[in-house]
Protein backbone atom coordinates (compact mmCIF):
# COMPACT_ATOMS: atom_id res chain seq x y z
CA UNK A 1 0.00 0.00 0.00
CA UNK A 2 1.28 3.80 -1.10
CA UNK A 3 2.44 5.60 2.09
CA UNK A 4 0.81 8.82 3.11
CA UNK A 5 2.90 11.36 3.97
CA UNK A 6 1.49 15.17 5.52
CA UNK A 7 3.63 17.77 3.98
CA UNK A 8 2.98 21.30 6.68
CA UNK A 9 4.55 24.30 4.92
CA UNK A 10 3.20 28.30 4.85
CA UNK A 11 5.09 28.71 1.70
CA UNK A 12 2.59 27.85 -0.71
CA UNK A 13 5.08 27.44 -3.97
CA UNK A 14 7.76 25.07 -1.75
CA UNK A 15 4.84 22.88 -0.45
CA UNK A 16 3.50 22.72 -4.14
CA UNK A 17 7.12 21.31 -5.27
CA UNK A 18 7.61 18.61 -2.52
CA UNK A 19 3.81 17.68 -3.02
CA UNK A 20 4.86 17.12 -6.51
CA UNK A 21 8.30 15.46 -6.27
CA UNK A 22 6.67 13.05 -3.31
CA UNK A 23 3.38 12.05 -5.54
CA UNK A 24 5.45 11.84 -8.27
CA UNK A 25 7.75 8.92 -6.30
CA UNK A 26 4.55 7.09 -5.63
CA UNK A 27 3.39 8.43 -2.20
CA UNK A 28 -0.10 9.69 -1.37
CA UNK A 29 0.29 13.53 -0.30
CA UNK A 30 -1.96 15.56 2.22
CA UNK A 31 -0.89 18.97 2.79
CA UNK A 32 -1.45 21.76 4.74
CA UNK A 33 -0.61 25.39 5.16
CA UNK A 34 -0.61 25.30 9.08
CA UNK A 35 -0.08 22.62 12.07
CA UNK A 36 -4.28 23.54 12.99
CA UNK A 37 -5.32 22.32 9.34
CA UNK A 38 -3.13 19.56 9.44
CA UNK A 39 -4.06 18.04 12.75
CA UNK A 40 -7.23 16.21 10.79
CA UNK A 41 -4.68 14.35 8.51
CA UNK A 42 -2.57 13.20 11.11
CA UNK A 43 -4.66 9.32 12.02
CA UNK A 44 -3.62 8.26 8.26
CA UNK A 45 -0.05 9.51 7.91
CA UNK A 46 2.68 7.44 7.65
CA UNK A 47 5.26 10.35 8.22
CA UNK A 48 4.41 13.88 8.31
CA UNK A 49 7.03 16.87 7.28
CA UNK A 50 6.77 19.95 8.67
CA UNK A 51 8.06 23.52 8.63
CA UNK A 52 9.34 24.23 12.51
CA UNK A 53 7.69 27.92 12.47
CA UNK A 54 4.30 28.53 11.23
CA UNK A 55 2.00 30.77 11.44
CA UNK A 56 -0.09 30.43 14.91
CA UNK A 57 0.94 26.89 16.24
CA UNK A 58 4.24 25.60 15.28
CA UNK A 59 6.17 22.79 14.02
CA UNK A 60 7.30 21.85 17.69
CA UNK A 61 3.56 21.78 18.40
CA UNK A 62 2.10 19.74 15.86
CA UNK A 63 5.07 17.34 16.50
CA UNK A 64 3.95 17.06 19.97
CA UNK A 65 -0.19 16.26 19.35
CA UNK A 66 1.34 14.39 16.78
CA UNK A 67 3.10 12.23 19.03
CA UNK A 68 0.46 12.32 21.37
CA UNK A 69 -1.58 10.19 18.85
CA UNK A 70 1.18 7.48 17.60
CA UNK A 71 4.81 7.76 19.43
CA UNK A 72 5.78 6.06 16.71
CA UNK A 73 4.98 8.64 13.67
CA UNK A 74 8.39 9.61 12.30
CA UNK A 75 8.70 13.84 12.00
CA UNK A 76 10.92 16.17 9.79
CA UNK A 77 11.27 19.17 10.38
CA UNK A 78 12.04 21.66 7.68
CA UNK A 79 14.14 24.53 9.62
CA UNK A 80 15.48 27.87 8.38
CA UNK A 81 19.35 29.20 8.80
CA UNK A 82 19.30 29.71 11.83
CA UNK A 83 16.87 27.64 13.92
CA UNK A 84 19.29 24.63 13.77
CA UNK A 85 19.72 24.40 17.65
CA UNK A 86 15.60 24.56 18.05
CA UNK A 87 15.62 21.77 15.78
CA UNK A 88 18.45 19.99 17.93
CA UNK A 89 15.25 20.37 20.97
CA UNK A 90 12.55 19.44 18.76
CA UNK A 91 14.94 15.81 18.34
CA UNK A 92 15.39 15.24 21.46
CA UNK A 93 11.40 15.89 21.82
CA UNK A 94 10.96 13.12 19.26
CA UNK A 95 11.83 14.00 15.66
CA UNK A 96 13.12 11.82 13.58
CA UNK A 97 15.38 14.12 11.85
CA UNK A 98 15.14 18.37 10.39
CA UNK A 99 16.29 19.26 7.16
CA UNK A 100 18.00 22.54 6.86
CA UNK A 101 16.55 25.25 4.23
CA UNK A 102 17.21 25.85 1.58
CA UNK A 103 17.40 22.20 0.66
CA UNK A 104 17.81 20.11 -2.97
CA UNK A 105 15.03 17.65 -3.55
CA UNK A 106 16.97 15.27 -3.86
CA UNK A 107 18.14 15.17 -0.20
CA UNK A 108 14.77 15.38 1.07
CA UNK A 109 13.75 12.14 -1.17
CA UNK A 110 16.83 10.54 0.78
CA UNK A 111 15.48 11.78 4.42
CA UNK A 112 11.96 10.92 3.48
CA UNK A 113 13.11 7.14 2.18
CA UNK A 114 15.72 6.86 5.32
CA UNK A 115 12.62 7.31 7.51
CA UNK A 116 10.20 4.73 6.16
CA UNK A 117 12.76 2.14 5.83
CA UNK A 118 13.00 3.05 9.96
CA UNK A 119 9.66 3.24 10.60
CA UNK A 120 9.10 -0.26 8.84
CA UNK A 121 12.16 -1.73 10.46
CA UNK A 122 10.70 -0.56 14.03
CA UNK A 123 7.01 -1.81 13.05
CA UNK A 124 8.40 -5.05 11.93
CA UNK A 125 10.59 -5.34 15.37
CA UNK A 126 7.52 -4.85 17.19
CA UNK A 127 5.36 -6.78 15.41
CA UNK A 128 7.67 -9.78 16.23
CA UNK A 129 8.36 -9.04 19.78
CA UNK A 130 4.93 -9.04 20.01
CA UNK A 131 4.65 -12.88 18.15
CA UNK A 132 7.26 -14.35 20.59
CA UNK A 133 5.70 -12.94 23.33
CA UNK A 134 2.12 -14.58 22.34
CA UNK A 135 4.38 -17.63 22.09
CA UNK A 136 4.89 -17.80 25.32
CA UNK A 137 1.81 -16.77 26.60
CA UNK A 138 -0.32 -20.10 28.58
CA UNK A 139 -2.67 -20.33 26.31
CA UNK A 140 0.35 -21.21 23.71
CA UNK A 141 1.68 -23.90 26.21
CA UNK A 142 -0.73 -26.35 26.08
CA UNK A 143 -2.34 -27.67 29.23
CA UNK A 144 -6.14 -28.12 31.03
CA UNK A 145 -4.77 -30.99 33.61
CA UNK A 146 -4.66 -30.31 36.94
CA UNK A 147 -1.13 -30.71 36.85
CA UNK A 148 -0.27 -27.81 34.29
CA UNK A 149 -2.44 -25.40 36.18
CA UNK A 150 -0.57 -25.89 38.96
CA UNK A 151 2.65 -25.25 36.61
CA UNK A 152 1.04 -22.16 35.37
CA UNK A 153 0.15 -21.11 38.98
CA UNK A 154 4.05 -21.41 39.96
CA UNK A 155 5.42 -19.68 36.70
CA UNK A 156 3.25 -16.60 37.52
CA UNK A 157 4.70 -16.39 41.42
CA UNK A 158 7.76 -17.55 40.46
CA UNK A 159 8.81 -15.32 37.02
CA UNK A 160 8.84 -11.38 38.91
CA UNK A 161 11.55 -12.97 41.26
CA UNK A 162 14.90 -13.40 40.30
CA UNK A 163 14.54 -17.47 42.42
CA UNK A 164 16.37 -20.35 40.53
CA UNK A 165 14.15 -22.63 39.02
CA UNK A 166 14.49 -26.38 38.22
CA UNK A 167 12.69 -28.15 35.98
CA UNK A 168 12.61 -31.75 36.00
CA UNK A 169 10.88 -34.47 33.51
CA UNK A 170 11.64 -36.15 30.50
CA UNK A 171 12.69 -35.53 27.25
CA UNK A 172 10.01 -33.55 25.10
CA UNK A 173 7.55 -32.89 28.35
CA UNK A 174 8.40 -28.87 27.50
CA UNK A 175 10.81 -27.67 29.86
CA UNK A 176 12.41 -25.16 27.42
CA UNK A 177 9.25 -23.66 26.47
CA UNK A 178 8.44 -23.46 30.14
CA UNK A 179 11.53 -22.12 30.68
CA UNK A 180 11.49 -19.40 27.84
CA UNK A 181 8.00 -18.68 29.93
CA UNK A 182 9.39 -17.46 32.47
CA UNK A 183 11.83 -15.53 31.30
CA UNK A 184 9.19 -13.76 29.43
CA UNK A 185 6.93 -13.05 31.58
CA UNK A 186 9.87 -11.83 34.29
CA UNK A 187 11.62 -7.84 34.52
CA UNK A 188 14.33 -9.37 32.29
CA UNK A 189 12.19 -10.18 29.38
CA UNK A 190 13.70 -7.54 27.68
CA UNK A 191 17.09 -9.02 27.84
CA UNK A 192 18.83 -11.54 26.75
CA UNK A 193 18.25 -15.58 27.27
CA UNK A 194 20.78 -17.83 26.81
CA UNK A 195 20.13 -21.75 26.74
CA UNK A 196 23.06 -23.96 27.37
CA UNK A 197 22.76 -27.48 26.16
CA UNK A 198 25.02 -28.87 29.16
CA UNK A 199 25.03 -32.49 27.07
CA UNK A 200 26.06 -30.75 23.47
CA UNK A 201 29.57 -29.47 25.28
CA UNK A 202 32.52 -31.38 25.16
CA UNK A 203 33.79 -32.11 28.64
CA UNK A 204 37.31 -30.20 27.79
CA UNK A 205 35.30 -27.13 26.46
CA UNK A 206 32.98 -26.88 28.98
CA UNK A 207 34.78 -23.50 31.18
CA UNK A 208 35.50 -22.07 28.10
CA UNK A 209 32.69 -22.10 26.59
CA UNK A 210 30.66 -21.31 30.05
CA UNK A 211 33.08 -18.89 31.60
CA UNK A 212 35.08 -17.68 28.63
CA UNK A 213 38.46 -16.91 27.99
CA UNK A 214 41.29 -14.94 27.68
CA UNK A 215 44.18 -14.13 24.72
CA UNK A 216 46.96 -17.15 25.40
CA UNK A 217 44.85 -19.48 27.78
CA UNK A 218 45.36 -22.27 25.27
CA UNK A 219 46.86 -22.96 22.39
CA UNK A 220 44.36 -21.53 19.45
CA UNK A 221 43.26 -19.19 21.72
CA UNK A 222 44.44 -16.27 19.43
CA UNK A 223 41.61 -13.66 21.06
CA UNK A 224 39.76 -13.39 24.05
CA UNK A 225 36.24 -14.80 23.89
CA UNK A 226 33.57 -13.89 26.16
CA UNK A 227 31.52 -16.79 27.57
CA UNK A 228 27.65 -17.71 27.72
CA UNK A 229 27.29 -16.45 31.00
CA UNK A 230 29.19 -12.88 30.02
CA UNK A 231 26.85 -12.95 26.95
CA UNK A 232 23.43 -13.39 29.59
CA UNK A 233 24.84 -10.43 31.42
CA UNK A 234 20.88 -8.76 33.03
CA UNK A 235 19.65 -11.73 31.22
CA UNK A 236 18.36 -15.41 32.36
CA UNK A 237 20.71 -18.42 31.91
CA UNK A 238 18.68 -21.91 31.17
CA UNK A 239 21.16 -25.25 31.92
CA UNK A 240 19.58 -27.91 29.97
CA UNK A 241 20.42 -30.64 31.07
CA UNK A 242 22.21 -30.04 34.51
CA UNK A 243 22.85 -33.30 35.47
CA UNK A 244 25.50 -34.07 32.75
CA UNK A 245 27.73 -31.33 34.29
CA UNK A 246 31.37 -32.49 35.35
CA UNK A 247 32.44 -31.88 38.96
CA UNK A 248 34.75 -29.62 38.20
CA UNK A 249 32.57 -27.03 36.38
CA UNK A 250 30.19 -27.95 39.37
CA UNK A 251 31.93 -25.93 41.71
CA UNK A 252 31.80 -22.76 39.45
CA UNK A 253 28.44 -22.90 38.84
CA UNK A 254 28.13 -22.82 42.40
CA UNK A 255 30.08 -19.85 42.74
CA UNK A 256 28.00 -18.07 40.23
CA UNK A 257 25.07 -19.13 41.96
CA UNK A 258 26.17 -17.98 45.77
CA UNK A 259 28.59 -15.06 44.81
CA UNK A 260 27.58 -14.04 41.03
CA UNK A 261 30.95 -14.14 40.49
CA UNK A 262 33.99 -16.14 38.22
CA UNK A 263 37.09 -16.00 36.12
CA UNK A 264 37.31 -16.50 32.71
CA UNK A 265 39.64 -19.18 31.63
CA UNK A 266 43.33 -17.86 31.97
CA UNK A 267 42.90 -15.27 33.83
CA UNK A 268 42.97 -14.35 37.53
CA UNK A 269 40.72 -11.07 37.58
CA UNK A 270 37.04 -11.98 38.95
CA UNK A 271 33.86 -11.02 36.93
CA UNK A 272 30.70 -9.93 38.71
CA UNK A 273 27.39 -10.92 36.66
CA UNK A 274 23.52 -10.55 37.31
CA UNK A 275 21.78 -13.39 35.86
CA UNK A 276 18.91 -15.52 36.84
CA UNK A 277 19.76 -19.30 36.06
CA UNK A 278 16.81 -21.81 35.56
CA UNK A 279 17.80 -25.41 35.06
CA UNK A 280 16.35 -28.27 33.67
CA UNK A 281 17.00 -32.01 33.70
CA UNK A 282 15.48 -35.65 32.17
CA UNK A 283 16.91 -37.69 35.40
CA UNK A 284 16.56 -37.61 39.28
CA UNK A 285 19.29 -35.48 40.19
CA UNK A 286 18.50 -37.36 43.57
CA UNK A 287 19.68 -40.34 42.57
CA UNK A 288 22.57 -38.63 41.70
CA UNK A 289 23.16 -37.29 45.06
CA UNK A 290 23.22 -40.81 46.48
CA UNK A 291 26.22 -42.39 43.43
CA UNK A 292 28.41 -39.28 44.76
CA UNK A 293 28.19 -38.07 40.94
CA UNK A 294 26.39 -34.58 41.70
CA UNK A 295 27.12 -32.09 44.55
CA UNK A 296 24.45 -31.74 46.83
CA UNK A 297 25.34 -28.25 47.29
CA UNK A 298 24.64 -27.46 44.38
CA UNK A 299 21.75 -29.19 43.97
CA UNK A 300 20.13 -27.34 46.75
CA UNK A 301 20.77 -23.82 45.51
CA UNK A 302 19.38 -25.35 42.05
CA UNK A 303 16.22 -26.72 43.62
CA UNK A 304 15.30 -23.30 45.00
CA UNK A 305 11.69 -23.67 43.24
CA UNK A 306 11.64 -27.07 42.07
CA UNK A 307 8.99 -27.39 38.92
CA UNK A 308 8.36 -30.87 37.96
CA UNK A 309 6.19 -31.68 34.65
CA UNK A 310 4.73 -34.74 34.24
CA UNK A 311 4.62 -36.89 31.23
CA UNK A 312 2.23 -36.90 28.77
CA UNK A 313 0.94 -40.47 29.67
CA UNK A 314 -0.30 -39.26 32.98
CA UNK A 315 -2.25 -36.22 31.61
CA UNK A 316 -4.15 -37.63 28.69
CA UNK A 317 -6.68 -35.14 29.48
CA UNK A 318 -4.49 -32.64 27.96
CA UNK A 319 -3.97 -34.60 24.68
CA UNK A 320 -7.22 -33.33 22.38
CA UNK A 321 -6.33 -29.79 23.20
CA UNK A 322 -2.78 -30.46 22.50
CA UNK A 323 -3.67 -31.95 18.94
CA UNK A 324 -6.41 -29.59 17.79
CA UNK A 325 -3.55 -26.71 19.00
CA UNK A 326 -1.00 -28.47 16.78
CA UNK A 327 -3.64 -29.17 13.35
CA UNK A 328 -4.58 -25.17 13.89
CA UNK A 329 -0.40 -24.40 14.34
CA UNK A 330 0.96 -26.43 11.25
CA UNK A 331 -2.13 -26.93 9.40
CA UNK A 332 -1.42 -23.05 7.55
CA UNK A 333 2.68 -23.74 8.02
CA UNK A 334 2.62 -27.16 5.76
CA UNK A 335 -0.50 -25.86 3.65
CA UNK A 336 -2.38 -28.64 4.35
CA UNK A 337 -6.32 -29.24 3.91
CA UNK A 338 -7.08 -30.45 6.91
CA UNK A 339 -9.15 -27.68 9.48
CA UNK A 340 -10.10 -29.85 12.28
CA UNK A 341 -9.17 -33.40 13.98
CA UNK A 342 -11.88 -36.07 14.32
CA UNK A 343 -13.10 -37.46 17.62
CA UNK A 344 -12.16 -41.10 16.66
CA UNK A 345 -8.84 -39.60 15.77
CA UNK A 346 -8.53 -37.90 19.36
CA UNK A 347 -9.64 -41.37 20.75
CA UNK A 348 -6.84 -43.10 18.98
CA UNK A 349 -4.06 -40.92 19.96
CA UNK A 350 -5.49 -41.31 23.65
CA UNK A 351 -4.51 -45.27 23.78
CA UNK A 352 -0.70 -44.52 22.59
CA UNK A 353 1.91 -44.22 24.90
CA UNK A 354 4.06 -41.35 24.04
CA UNK A 355 6.97 -42.59 24.93
CA UNK A 356 8.36 -39.16 23.32
CA UNK A 357 5.62 -36.43 25.44
CA UNK A 358 4.68 -33.89 23.95
CA UNK A 359 7.24 -33.12 21.09
CA UNK A 360 6.93 -36.56 19.58
CA UNK A 361 2.81 -35.64 19.42
CA UNK A 362 3.30 -32.23 18.02
CA UNK A 363 5.76 -34.78 14.94
CA UNK A 364 3.32 -36.93 14.21
CA UNK A 365 0.44 -34.44 13.70
CA UNK A 366 3.02 -32.52 11.41
CA UNK A 367 3.59 -36.31 9.47
CA UNK A 368 -0.13 -36.82 9.59
CA UNK A 369 -1.38 -33.63 8.27
CA UNK A 370 1.14 -33.87 5.61
CA UNK A 371 -0.59 -37.30 4.39
CA UNK A 372 -4.24 -36.39 5.12
CA UNK A 373 -5.90 -35.39 1.91
CA UNK A 374 -9.40 -34.54 3.90
CA UNK A 375 -10.06 -31.75 5.89
CA UNK A 376 -10.58 -33.42 8.50
CA UNK A 377 -8.06 -35.68 10.71
CA UNK A 378 -9.77 -38.90 11.49
CA UNK A 379 -8.49 -42.03 13.17
CA UNK A 380 -7.14 -44.11 10.09
CA UNK A 381 -5.33 -40.41 8.76
CA UNK A 382 -2.99 -40.47 12.22
CA UNK A 383 0.71 -42.18 11.51
CA UNK A 384 1.55 -43.51 14.62
CA UNK A 385 4.75 -44.87 15.56
CA UNK A 386 5.16 -48.66 15.46
CA UNK A 387 6.07 -49.92 19.02
CA UNK A 388 9.92 -51.27 19.32
CA UNK A 389 9.80 -55.08 19.29
CA UNK A 390 11.28 -56.45 22.69
CA UNK A 391 14.78 -58.52 22.77
CA UNK A 392 14.51 -61.88 23.06
CA UNK A 393 14.25 -63.41 26.91
CA UNK A 394 13.77 -66.28 28.90
CA UNK A 395 9.73 -67.57 28.95
CA UNK A 396 8.61 -65.81 31.73
CA UNK A 397 9.45 -62.54 29.83
CA UNK A 398 11.78 -61.61 32.75
CA UNK A 399 15.72 -61.89 32.68
CA UNK A 400 17.67 -63.69 29.70
CA UNK A 401 18.09 -67.39 30.13
CA UNK A 402 21.08 -68.06 32.38
CA UNK A 403 22.04 -64.25 33.04
CA UNK A 404 21.98 -62.62 36.52
CA UNK A 405 20.62 -59.09 37.21
CA UNK A 406 23.95 -57.91 36.93
CA UNK A 407 25.27 -59.97 34.33
CA UNK A 408 22.11 -58.31 32.34
CA UNK A 409 23.35 -54.80 33.19
CA UNK A 410 26.53 -55.18 31.94
CA UNK A 411 25.26 -55.96 28.63
CA UNK A 412 22.84 -53.38 28.51
CA UNK A 413 25.67 -50.99 29.20
CA UNK A 414 27.67 -52.26 26.76
CA UNK A 415 25.32 -52.57 24.19
CA UNK A 416 24.97 -49.06 24.85
CA UNK A 417 28.63 -48.18 24.21
CA UNK A 418 28.48 -50.00 21.17
CA UNK A 419 25.13 -48.27 19.47
CA UNK A 420 26.88 -45.20 20.66
CA UNK A 421 30.54 -45.93 19.50
CA UNK A 422 32.33 -45.80 22.87
CA UNK A 423 30.71 -41.73 23.53
CA UNK A 424 29.74 -42.30 26.98
CA UNK A 425 27.30 -39.17 26.48
CA UNK A 426 25.47 -40.54 23.78
CA UNK A 427 25.17 -44.07 25.75
CA UNK A 428 24.10 -42.40 28.69
CA UNK A 429 21.11 -40.78 26.92
CA UNK A 430 20.10 -44.49 25.17
CA UNK A 431 20.38 -45.33 28.55
CA UNK A 432 18.00 -42.35 30.30
CA UNK A 433 20.90 -41.53 32.60
CA UNK A 434 23.64 -39.08 32.94
CA UNK A 435 27.15 -39.37 31.44
CA UNK A 436 27.96 -39.15 35.19
CA UNK A 437 25.56 -41.94 36.52
CA UNK A 438 27.21 -44.02 33.45
CA UNK A 439 30.79 -43.69 34.58
CA UNK A 440 29.58 -44.27 38.15
CA UNK A 441 28.16 -47.60 37.27
CA UNK A 442 31.59 -49.10 35.17
CA UNK A 443 33.50 -47.45 38.10
CA UNK A 444 31.19 -50.19 40.41
CA UNK A 445 31.06 -52.99 37.99
CA UNK A 446 34.85 -52.86 37.39
CA UNK A 447 34.59 -52.36 33.51
CA UNK A 448 37.40 -50.66 32.03
CA UNK A 449 36.11 -48.19 29.10
CA UNK A 450 37.79 -49.60 26.44
CA UNK A 451 36.81 -52.94 27.28
CA UNK A 452 33.12 -52.08 27.98
CA UNK A 453 32.97 -49.99 24.55
CA UNK A 454 33.54 -53.51 22.64
Given at each position: ?231 ADTGTV ?71 IPPLRE ?91 DDFEKS ?43
Amino acid sequence: MKKHILVVEDEDKLRRVMQLQLASAGYEVDQAPTAEQAIPFLDRADLVLTDLKLPGMSGQDLLSIAHRQNANLPVILLTAFGSVETAVEAMKAGAYDFIPKPFSLDHLMQVVRKALEFSALRDENRKLREELGHRYQFENIVGRSRAMQEIFATIVRVAPTRATVLLAGESGVGKDLIARAIHFHSARRDRPFVKIDCTALPENLMESELFGYEKGAFTGANTSKPGKFEQADTGTVMLDEIGDVPPAIQVKLLRILQEREFERLGSNKTLRIDVRVIAATNVDLRAALEQGTFREDLYYRLNVVPINIPPLRERKEDIPFLARHFVAKLSSDLGATVETVSDAAIGKLGEYHWPGNVRELENIIERSLVLCPHKVLDAADVRLDPAPRSKGGAGDGFLPEGMSLDDFEKSIIREALRRAGGNKSQAARFLGITRNALRYRLSQMGMEDTEAAR
